[in-house]
């Protein structure tokens, strides 16, 4: 309890951040202010005028020379113009310090746009308050890709389906993960064919498929790009179907369905997500207490933590958040050479910070027992009585490299009634 008043006294031993040094210069000032205010109770200014004021009375009692009326005249416009400028010093001060705070919190900014949101309301009583979670969709812009348009209102239900995109180094994964959406009857589903072969073989399977238009630069990447090159196309392409109005659930192909999985959404935020956690702690987050010995009475700091969103298995409204989140993602992608999950997952939960505006995303962790990775399959659930009787939404062989072997046996194990399929695998992979 004690550690928590040590954040800041941590914070404030490296160097002092910008905000830090900002709030320095206003202490120092404010501290000058006092000072002055105690020697000169009537103002800097104040205490010229008095002293004029002094020297008059004087002249007045004095001597009573002819020019006198007309030198008094003069002092006194005199400290009128002071006083004035007195005024005017305060105020310009006091919009200096006004900008340096809006400068510093964006307030300002902040404060226009909530306006613009609606109409303010009151809190209402404790426990009552809940802040916005569910963002407003976009309006659908069917100019951005008309024929893809046409086709999502033959595919989708509701407005929403589930994506995949898919080249022929897939294709027998793809069979598989088509072959288990036709068993539980899923309509509304589509696959993004990188190449002709892939988009042959989807209409001889009579699955639903969509070929992006040739003279797209990016799909040269879709053709010969490895895994991660994919991945970043995958953002981008999946901006045209939020564009369009639709909700996707992106989906690799890595991926058995065992249930319908839109029978299982709660459609309250940006992105739900299914996690690569393997239990309440890691899925749904929890406080990882780091420990220094050499700090004594401050030896633990509290840190959160969560395993990371799976980026090959999310569903997202067709929100601004959202098309954010895509645009800031495919934006790294294309100027670093990362993985695309953990660029996913640092845009969507690093907070704001100076020189950083964070995204506003709402994200919601979906059950990680109903949407299965395959640690916990492979680890828990196939070894448990109980666990292994329950069926997941579906599961998802993120990993293991051996995926289409495992695919198969979870088919044979869920759907088939095989008990014994899961076992020749080991927990994890054997390099
Ligand atoms: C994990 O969370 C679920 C749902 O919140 C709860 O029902 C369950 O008891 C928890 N399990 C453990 C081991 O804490």
């Excluded at 103002?43 to 009326?69: C, M």
């Excluded at 395959?374 to 293991?400: D, E, T, W």
Aim: charged share 25%; hydrophobic share 40%.
């Amino acid at each position: 309890m004690a550690v928590r008043r040590d954040g800041s006294l941590m914070r404030d031993k490296g160097q002092p951040s910008r905000g830090s040094r900002i709030a320095a210069a206003i202490a120092v000032g404010v501290l000058l202010g006092c000072v002055l205010a105690f020697l000169y109770p009537h103002g800097l200014f104040g205490a010229a005028s008095r002293a004029r004021i002094a020297s008059i009375s004087d002249l007045q009692s004095g001597s009573s020379s002819g020019e006198l009326p007309e030198r008094f005249n003069l002092m006194k416009s005199d400290i009128a113009s002071l006083s004035e400028k007195n005024v005017a010093l305060k105020n310009q001060i006091r919009v200096l310090n006004e900008r340096l705070r809006s400068a510093e919190q964006g307030k300002d900014h902040a404060h226009n746009q909530f306006s613009a949101l609606g109409d303010q309301h009151k809190a209402g009583p404790f426990g009552t308050v809940k802040g916005l979670r569910t963002n407003p969709t976009v309006m659908p812009d069917e100019s951005v890709n008309p024929r893809l348009a046409k086709l999502l209102d033959e595919v989708a239900i509701g407005k929403e389906l589930i994506v995949a995109l898919a080249n022929s180094n897939v294709r027998e994964m793809l069979e598989v993960w088509f072959t288990s959406i036709k068993r539980v009857g899923i309509p509304n589903y589509l696959v993004v064919a990188l190449d002709d072969e892939i988009e042959n073989f989807c209409k001889v399977n009579d699955v639903p498929v969509y070929k992006r238009d040739p003279d797209q630069d990016i799909d040269a990447v879709g053709k010969s790009g490895g895994n991660h090159a994919v991945s970043g196309l995958k953002f981008r392409i999946l901006r045209e179907f939020l564009q369009l109005g639709y909700s996707v659930l992106l989906s690799d192909v890595d991926i058995v369905y065992l249930q319908n999985p839109f029978d299982y959404l709660y459609r309250d935020s940006d992105v739900e997500s299914m996690s690569d956690g393997h239990n309440n702690y890691t899925a749904y987050g929890y406080n990882d207490v780091f420990d220094e010995p050499a700090m004594g009475w401050a030896r633990y700091a509290h840190t959160m933590r969560i395993w990371v969103y799976n980026s090959g298995f999310f569903y997202m409204r067709p929100t601004i958040p959202s098309i954010e989140l895509l645009d800031r993602v495919a934006g790294r992608l294309s100027r670093e050479n990362a993985w695309d999950q953990a660029v996913f997952n640092e845009e969507l939960f690093f907070p704001s910070h100076p020189g950083y505006d964070g995204l506003h995303a709402a994200k919601r962790t979906m059950d990680f027992y109903l949407f299965m990775n395959s640690k916990v399959l492979f680890k828990m659930v196939r070894k448990n009585a109980k666990l292994s009787k329950l069926k997941p939404v579906i599961v998802h062989v993120n990993y293991h490299p051996d995926k289409l072997p495992r695919m198969k046996a979870i088919v044979e194990f869920y759907t088939n009634g095989k008990k014994d399929a899961l076992q020749p695998f080991p927990d994890g992979s054997e390099w």
